[in-house]
């Protein structure tokens, strides 16, 4: 089934709770089975496929779990820029949304944790005694990897940035 474009006068409807259901279902399984949380994963497509922010009982709701289940999910996903925790106001409650470009925030500018992996794998290397050894030479083949990812990451990054604007897809509700 095609989903037509919301026009910019006419405000996008889901007619079909069911299909929306499913969609939320099968992307957190395709993620659960490379490893991401699969609740963090729920509650990340049911945000997603809201036009609007959620409370974590309006997630809860959607997804027929407890508020302690996607309350450790949204901890999850807003540690890694996924959603964005915002407070309602009068309230002691928050919602949570997309970030603007969760892909780009979740992947690209996470490269702190690659210098952490360079670092790290640069000690193993000098205490190895470097290339000089077989475990030496997995461990500076790990490190050059890595350094290489980092350096690739931030020209897909700036890579990324033009093709959003070239495809005018910058905004909120284009990413």
């Known amino acids: 089934m095609s989903v037509e474009e919301p026009t910019m006068n006419e405000p996008f409807r889901h007619d079909d709770e069911e299909e929306v259901h499913l969609f939320v279902e099968r992307m957190a399984m395709a993620f659960a089975d490379v490893g991401f949380p699969r609740m963090a994963a729920r509650v990340l497509f049911t945000v997603m496929s809201a036009d609007d922010p959620l409370t974590a009982g309006e997630i809860a709701e959607r997804l027929g779990v407890s508020a302690a289940a996607v309350s450790g999910a949204v901890r999850y996903l807003t540690q890694f820029a996924m959603l964005v925790r915002e407070p309602v ?21 996470k490269t702190t944790l690659y210098k952490n992996f360079i670092d790290i794998a640069a000690g193993g290397v000098d205490a190895l005694h470097g290339r000089s050894t077989p ?21 897909l990054g700036d890579r990324w940035r033009a093709r959003r604007a070239a495809t005018g897809h910058g905004g909120p509700a284009g990413g």
């Open 135 to 155: 475990a030496g030479e997995r461990v500076a083949e790990m490190r050059d990897f890595f350094l290489f990812v980092q350096e690739e990451l931030e020209s």
């Open 89 to 109: 106001k009068g309230s002691r409650r928050d919602r949570y949304r997309m970030p603007d470009n969760p892909w780009y925030e979740a992947t690209i500018t």
